[in-house]
T-cell receptor, first 110, second 118 residues
Framework: QKEVEQDPGPLSVPEGAIVSLNCTYS??????FMWYRQYSRKGPELLMY????GNKEDGRFTAQVDKSSKYISLFIRDSQPSDSATYLC??????????FGSGTRLLVRP | KAGVTQTPRYLIKTRGQQVTLSCSPI?????VSWYQQTPGQGLQFLFE???????NKGNFPGRFSGRQFSNSRSEMNVSTLELGDSALYLC?????????????????FGAGTRLSVL
């Protein structure tokens, strides 16, 4: 079993939809949770960063961490075709070693 | 502020050869990490350097090595290349600071070096 599980998709939604992306994990020691966006042939771009539990909002993006359920989510409101990319969750226990999910491919249809 | 710069962007090598990849971190960042990304295994941690010292290491064979220079620039080397080493190699840099007791390890990635082993 992988430490971090993420549905690979693809997830196809119409423009303007609310997108929900999720990851589950098994290591209760994880404290730092991140979401990255990766466009084809580019490096991952940091979207959201959360320490411990709770919610964090930044523009159209909301990240949620539920440590009791070992479950993290990323919500994208008013999705745009430019949001079409692969979304990677990542987490760490505090060292600089990030454990990544396999990534969810998102397609936002115009 | 310039981002993380990786060179070269593309490399083609044959089995048995060795390769060296370079990474220049964001100015002021002292931690540099390396990751391998493949379609089958996803993003996997290789190692992390801080102040010219390797602090963390992933589960890769000894053919994979790295180093960091006094200006924080880093190189990784893969010797005796195998077909399975074909991948996107990503470098990430991180500032090191504490905020209200919380140590932040946000990592910023470069565009990567795509290595093809024939």
């Amino acid at each position: 079993q992988k430490e971090v599980e993420q549905d690979p998709g693809p997830l196809s939604v119409p423009e303007g939809a609310i997108v929900s992306l999720n990851c589950t994990y098994s290591n209760s020691a994880f404290q730092y949770f991140m979401w990255y966006r990766q466009y084809s042939r580019k490096g991952p771009e940091l979207l959201m960063y959360t320490y411990s539990s709770g919610n964090k909002e930044d523009g159209r993006f909301t990240a949620q961490v539920d440590k009791s359920s070992k479950y993290i989510s990323l919500f994208i409101r008013d999705s745009q075709p430019s949001d079409s990319a692969t979304y990677l969750c990542a987490m760490s226990v505090g060292s600089y070693k990030l454990i990544f999910g396999s990534g969810t491919r998102l397609l936002v249809r115009p | 502020k310039a981002g993380v710069t990786q060179t070269p962007r593309y490399l083609i090598k044959t089995r048995g050869q060795q390769v060296t990849l370079s990474c220049s971190p964001i100015s002021g960042h002292r931690s540099v990490s390396w990751y391998q990304q493949t379609p089958g295994q996803g993003l996997q941690f290789l190692f992390e350097y801080f102040s010219e010292t390797q602090r963390n290491k992933g589960n890769f064979p000894g053919r994979f090595s790295g180093r960091q220079f006094s200006n924080s620039r880093s190189e990784m080397n893969v010797s005796t290349l195998e077909l399975g080493d074909s991948a996107l190699y990503l470098c990430a840099s991180s500032p090191t600071w504490k905020l209200a007791g919380e140590s932040k390890n946000i990592q910023y990635f470069g565009a990567g070096t795509r290595l093809s082993v024939l």
